[in-house]
């Protein structure tokens, strides 16, 4: 398949500020930079009208990156002919495993990409595979003429992590930018000496990648398959306990060498691989 043509199928954002950080218009950004025809379709775009069996005429390879209500959300693509691949993103949330299951048996998926690496041994009937997160350096990228004023800061969703925020605003002075997305997200990340992290349970989401992709210091937890990406305090700062974070986050505020040392190495780490 020397040239093949990608039909790939995601709704687009619910927020406007948003909507270009869908993965969806990043994978078709970089199909773009490789030559390789895509287009994207799904409800919010013009061509959602187009039923899927006309829309998806002449196209080899179908990805779906659709992770929530997919009955309503995926058309029925069980009878295409095309490869028809599926990214398992969410995996990790509560019941999204299951439902994902059942969506590759029932759209006859061949290929099963998985962001979760414990996830790959859930499709013994499918080619399934790790295939984490990532980044669009594109749309996030350094921003040096943003001091970095912050000396740590957590952009994100308060999701299983509330407490623990509200424990660091506290006793280190964290900044909470909750639900800060878009541009307003790369800028506020960018302000940030030390993005705190915490994954929400077995994940390890796009804000790893991102922090690093904005060559700011990533402070997460750990998750499996982490240092398969990355040299754990090398490219990124990994902590155990909150003890432990506690202490890193003092060393990290102090040696403005270290920090500095590490974010470029991580930086470095995201655009090579």
């Given at each position: 398949m020397a040239n093949p043509k990608v039909f790939i199928i995601q709704k687009a954002g619910e927020h406007a500020a948003n909507q270009n950080f869908?993965?969806?218009?990043?994978?078709?950004?970089?199909?773009?930079?490789?030559?390789i025809e895509s287009t994207v379709y799904?409800?919010?775009?013009?061509?959602?009208?187009?039923?899927?069996?006309?829309?998806?005429?002449?196209?080899?390879?179908?990805?779906?990156?659709?992770?929530?209500?997919?009955?309503?959300?995926?058309?029925?693509?069980?009878?295409s002919k095309a490869i028809k691949c599926f990214w398992s993103i969410d995996s990790h949330m509560n019941g999204v495993l299951d439902a994902h299951k059942e969506f590759v048996k029932k759209n006859k998926i061949d290929v099963v990409l998985n962001a979760n690496i414990a996830h790959t041994k859930e499709y013994p009937e499918n080619f399934s595979?790790?295939?984490?997160?990532?980044?669009?350096?594109?749309?996030?990228?350094?921003?040096?003429?943003?001091?970095k004023n912050v000396n740590i800061g957590f952009c994100g969703n308060i999701q299983n992590r509330g407490e623990i925020l509200d424990n660091l605003t506290q006793q280190v002075g964290l900044k909470q930018d909750i639900f800060v997305i878009g541009e307003n997200m790369v800028k506020a990340v960018n302000g940030y000496k030390i993005h705190f992290n915490k994954n929400v349970v077995t994940d390890i989401n796009y804000r790893t990648f991102e922090t690093c992709g904005m060559k700011t210091?990533?402070?997460?937890?750990?998750?499996?398959?982490?240092?398969?990406?990355?040299?754990?305090?090398?490219?990124?700062?990994?902590y155990y306990t909150e003890n432990e974070l506690l202490e890193k986050i003092k060393e990290l505020i102090e040696n403005t060498e270290l920090r500095e040392r590490i974010a470029k190495a991580g930086y470095e780490r995201v655009l090579r691989d």
């Open positions: 869908r993965e969806a218009l990043c994978f078709k950004r970089a199909f773009d930079r490789l030559g799904g409800k919010g775009y013009p061509n959602s009208e187009i039923p899927f069996e006309t829309a998806s005429i002449g196209y080899d390879i179908i990805i779906v990156l659709e992770n929530y209500n997919l009955d309503d959300s995926v058309p029925d693509i069980s009878k595979a790790w295939f984490p997160n990532a980044f669009d350096e594109t749309i996030m990228y350094p921003m040096p003429e943003i001091p210091l990533l402070l997460t937890n750990y998750s499996q398959g982490l240092e398969i990406l990355f040299e754990p305090n090398e490219e990124i700062v990994v």
